[in-house]
């Protein structure tokens, strides 16, 4: 467990100070399109995590790197950005990896979409840039609130079509 703490940290520190310069040098093709590390991670889905500019999404993307690669856990670099990326500029690394091609209505394993990565986490910005539809919406604020409560804050900044009217959601 220590192990994994470790590799979180390093590349926790790489990730937020890269920038598109200091990472060219080093990001070929063959570095990147589908290199899985000992805990199932992409370089894609560490940047997605802490990066601090879009231009460092975009470089991976541009150099081949996968953007619909899963974990065991069936998690993709758009789930991790919206649950984990808290910079000032998440929302534009979630609309990087939207237009290099993540697929927004995929479902990890636990069933979520990034969408309710975001939500489960407090990340309504990031859920409102993925668009999400009322279905979404509703089956995010069930499981938030066990069908019972009024829809959070964060529900109602993502989905506020969905949020007006009774304040107890069934």
Same mark, same amino acid.
Request: aromatic residues 8%; without cysteine; glycine residues 6%.
């Given at each position: 467990m220590l192990?994994?703490?470790?590799?979180?940290? &390093?590349?926790?520190?790489?990730?937020r100070a890269a920038t598109r310069r200091s990472l060219a040098p080093q990001c070929g093709p063959a570095t990147l399109n589908n290199v899985h590390d000992e805990l199932g991670m992409t370089?894609?889905?560490w940047a997605s995590m802490y990066a601090n500019e879009p231009a460092v999404i975009e470089l991976l993307i541009e150099r081949s790197a996968n953007v619909r690669a899963v974990t065991?856990?069936?998690?993709t670099a758009l789930h991790w950005a919206a649950h984990y990326n808290k910079s000032a500029r998440a929302t534009e690394i979630v609309q990087a990896l939207l237009l290099g091609g993540?697929?927004?209505?995929?479902?990890?394993?636990?069933g979520l979409t990034a969408a309710e990565f975001a939500l489960d986490n407090?990340? &309504?910005a990031v859920?409102?840039?993925l668009s999400l539809t009322g279905h979404d919406c509703e089956e995010a604020v069930s499981r938030s609130t066990g069908g019972l409560q009024?829809?959070?804050?964060a529900f109602a900044a993502a989905c506020p079509s969905q949020s007006s009217g009774d304040s107890n959601r069934r």
């Open positions: 192990q994994d703490r470790n590799v979180f940290d &390093s590349n926790k520190t790489f990730w370089p894609l889905m065991k856990h069936g998690v993540a697929d927004p209505t995929t479902r990890a394993k636990n407090g990340n &309504s859920a409102a840039v009024r829809p959070t804050r």
